[in-house]
């Protein structure tokens, strides 16, 4: 193909860990050897954490995203850095007595899955970008101008803060919850506030977390503890606690002290006490999602396509599958001969992902909803269900199947 310098056959925006795992998907096609990707991210080099220090971003992966990551050849570089094991999930409700078991022996799976510190997985990720020449990183730019396809400029058009002006067949979104792209192309969204804020940081637990993520739902809103694990030590979680915001506001007033004291409260003292939490981090909870994927020349995906509450930690899984989607339809339209311009490799992989995306979020949407009540006759209800749901192997392990990917 010839191209003049500012001339690409893919524009993607956004290089954390479903837009560099998609553009190191498309480098490593045996069809896209001859592509040329420009990869524009807005900010800087991902920061290194060692010793008891950990990102306070981490990210659940399933097998199935494992597999995409090996397929990219990343996943032993993110194993070798950091990444734990869980091989249990026990979730119970705070205002009543059920609780639910998930094993991987169950399933007969070496895990249920990882938790990955998001740093190291992108880290990982741009790292194997840079050994694909067909991958030109810009960094740090960003879009300040987008001009989709017209009749004389068949292509997607975008300037940058830079002055440089690029131009290919399709732009791919994947710039976050945020999404600059989004916005600028005038994508339509259904969304709405939960009143909620997610509190996140890293503990050290008095007992060992056995390989276990623990989760307690209470009517103002989730605590969720993640296993992490350094050189062997098996003491520190990330916590994600979903709280409403006024809670929210008084937890991250409290002096380090005081909030273990009430984590290790609230999480029932499960793993003992709470000895020392990190620098904590609070981020507003709003559920996104776009009406439509794509338009002619531009597609969204993961998190700037679909934003969920973080009660079941499947944002990146989702978002890693539509990555996956994406490179499938590419593929197809290269071995094919399509030009990457056709709008119909856009709306298949929209038939593809909309739906399946729009379940799981109506699903966390139900969760959400069901645990904020506090009537008597709810409890009780949700308590019923819950402890029928655990009495069931075949369900719920059909369930874990179909959420793992396998």
């Known amino acids: 193909m010839n191209h003049s310098p500012h001339d690409y056959d893919l524009i993607l925006v956004g290089s954390g860990l479903v837009g560099a795992s998609l553009a190191c998907a498309l480098a490593m096609l045996e069809t896209g050897r001859q592509l040329r990707i420009a990869m524009i991210e807005a900010g800087g080099d991902m920061p290194r954490y060692s010793g008891g220090q950990f990102d306070p971003r981490v990210v659940a992966l399933t097998p199935a995203s494992r597999h995409w990551l090996e397929r990219l050849q990343v996943w032993e570089a993110i194993r070798q850095a950091r990444a734990c094991t869980y091989r249990d999930m026990h979730v119970w409700d705070g205002e009543g007595t059920a609780a639910i078991h998930f094993s991987s022996a ?10 990955v510190e998001n ?6 990720l741009r790292e194997r970008l840079a ?18 396809p017209q009749p004389m400029q068949p292509g997607v058009q975008v300037t940058l803060s830079n002055g440089d002006t690029l131009q290919a067949p399709l732009l791919v979104a994947a710039d976050g919850a945020q999404s600059r792209v989004r916005e600028m ?3 339509r969204t259904r969304e709405w506030d939960y009143q909620q804020q997610a509190i996140v940081t890293t503990v050290r637990t008095s007992q060992s977390h056995e390989h276990t993520a623990w989760q307690r739902f209470m009517y103002t809103g989730p605590l969720a503890f993640l296993p992490l694990q350094e050189a062997g030590d098996t003491h520190h979680c990330s916590i994600v606690w979903s709280a409403d915001t006024p809670l929210a506001e008084e937890l991250m007033a409290l002096d380090a002290a005081a909030f273990c004291e009430r984590l290790g409260f609230a999480f029932e003292h499960r793993l003992g006490n709470i000895e020392h939490c990190a620098e904590r981090f609070c981020v507003p909870l709003r559920q996104r999602h776009a009406q439509q994927y794509c338009q002619p020349g531009i597609v969204l995906v993961g998190d700037a396509a679909h934003n969920i ?7 990146v899984n989702l978002g890693l599958l539509d990555a ?3 490179t499938n339809e590419i593929e197809r339209a290269l071995v094919r001969n399509i030009p990457l311009a056709d709008y119909s490799i856009l709306r298949r992989y929209q038939r593809q992902r909309l739906a399946g995306n729009l379940g799981m979020m ?3 949407e139900g969760f959400k909803r069901l645990f904020g009540h506090r009537s008597l006759e709810v409890t009780l209800l949700r308590n019923i269900g819950l402890q029928t ?3 069931l192997p075949l369900l719920k392990n059909y369930l874990v199947k179909q959420v793992m990917g396998v």
């Open 119 to 124: 740093s190291i997985a992108v880290r990982a």
């Open 131 to 148: 050994q694909l020449p067909q991958v030109e990183v810009m960094q740090p730019v960003s879009i300040v101008e987008l001009r989709g």
């Open 389 to 391: 749901f655990n009495d």
């Open 185 to 187: 192309a005038a994508f």
């Open 362 to 364: 109506s699903a966390m």
């Open 324 to 326: 996956a989607a994406l």
């Open 106 to 115: 169950d399933v007969r799976q070496d895990c249920l899955g990882h938790i």
């Open 309 to 315: 509450h973080p009660l079941a930690g499947q944002g």
